[in-house]
Nanobody
Framework: QVQLVESGGGLVQPGGSSRLSCAAS????????MAWHRQAPGREREMVAF???????NYADSVKGRFTISRDNAKNTVYLQMNSLRPDDTAVYYC???????????????WGQGTQVTVSS
C-alpha cells in the first residue's frame, strides 16, 4: 500500500503565496507522474499541474505563470508553489501519484486526502 500525505494550504490573502507538499510513503519501487488537482465547491475536480518522473511539467491555463510544480525523487515528494493567488483559486487541493510497487508490478494511482486553500481578505 501507498499513502500520500499533503501539507500546507490554509487561509491566504489575494496576491499572496502558499506552498503545498505531498509525500508518498509505503511500498514504492517507482513513481511515474505526480500531479496536483483541485476541486472548488459546486465544481468538478480539475487538474492543476503534473510533473513526469523526468521533470517534464504541464499546467492548466488558469495557473500558468503563477504556479510551479516540482518534485524531489529522493524524498518521493511533490510540491506546488502558488504565487499571485486569487479568490478563484480557493479549493481543496489533492495530489496524486502513479506508483509501481515492484519491478514487475503494474502502475496504480493513489490520491492524497486533500488540503484546503482559501484565498480571501
Amino acid at each position: 500500500q501507498v499513502q500520500l500525505v499533503e501539507s500546507g494550504g490554509g487561509l491566504v490573502q489575494p496576491g499572496g503565496s502558499s506552498r503545498l507538499s505531498c509525500a508518498a510513503s509505503g511500498t514504492i519501487f517507482r513513481i511515474n507522474n505526480m500531479a496536483w488537482h483541485r476541486q472548488a465547491p459546486g465544481r468538478e475536480r480539475e487538474m492543476v499541474a503534473f510533473v513526469t518522473s523526468g521533470g517534464v511539467t504541464n499546467y492548466a491555463d488558469s495557473v500558468k505563470g503563477r504556479f510551479t510544480i516540482s518534485r524531489d525523487n529522493a524524498k518521493n515528494t511533490v510540491y506546488l508553489q502558488m504565487n499571485s493567488l486569487r479568490p478563484d483559486d480557493t479549493a481543496v487541493y489533492y495530489c496524486n501519484a502513479a506508483v509501481s510497487s515492484g519491478r514487475f508490478s503494474g502502475t496504480r494511482t493513489y490520491w492524497g486526502q486533500g488540503t484546503q486553500v482559501t484565498v480571501s481578505s
